[in-house]
């Protein structure tokens, strides 16, 4: 079992910038590919971003694709979220998950993940 504790959010005007961070603790980290989820009020749980368990392969949502990117330090058991260029609509809360698999699909569902975070809120201002 693998516990994960998100941060770095926070209030930001449009245009700026934001680093989540997602610590991973309780089991080996390398043995899982992580997700970046969001959900703003009133609708459902959408796919941000994942990173498969060696960090070679990433796949980002269309709506945040050249302005986020995740990362991971497996030495330091955790997972990353770079979000640049923010938009009023990217206001939401964020979760950070965990599949155990050591593959190299990447996977999009929320379905998909066996461990999630409590979340971090992330404030976009116009």
């Known amino acids: 079992q693998v516990q994960l504790v998100e941060s770095g959010g926070g209030l930001v005007q449009a245009g700026g910038s934001l680093r989540l961070s997602c610590a991973a603790s309780?089991?080996?980290?390398?043995?899982?590919?992580m997700g970046w989820f969001r959900q703003a009020p009133g609708k459902e749980r959408e796919f941000v971003a994942t990173?498969?368990?060696?960090?070679?392969?990433?796949t980002h949502a269309d709506s945040v694709k050249g302005r986020f990117a995740i990362s991971r330090d497996n030495a330091k058991n955790t997972v990353y979220l770079q979000m640049n260029s923010l938009k009023p609509e990217d206001t939401a809360v964020y979760y950070c998950a965990a599949k155990y698999y050591k593959g190299s699909w990447t996977y999009r569902g929320a379905h998909d993940y066996d461990y999630w975070g409590q979340g971090t809120q992330v404030t976009v201002s116009a």
């Open positions: 990173i498969t368990w060696s960090g070679r392969s990433t």
């Open positions: 309780g089991h080996t980290f390398s043995s899982y590919t």
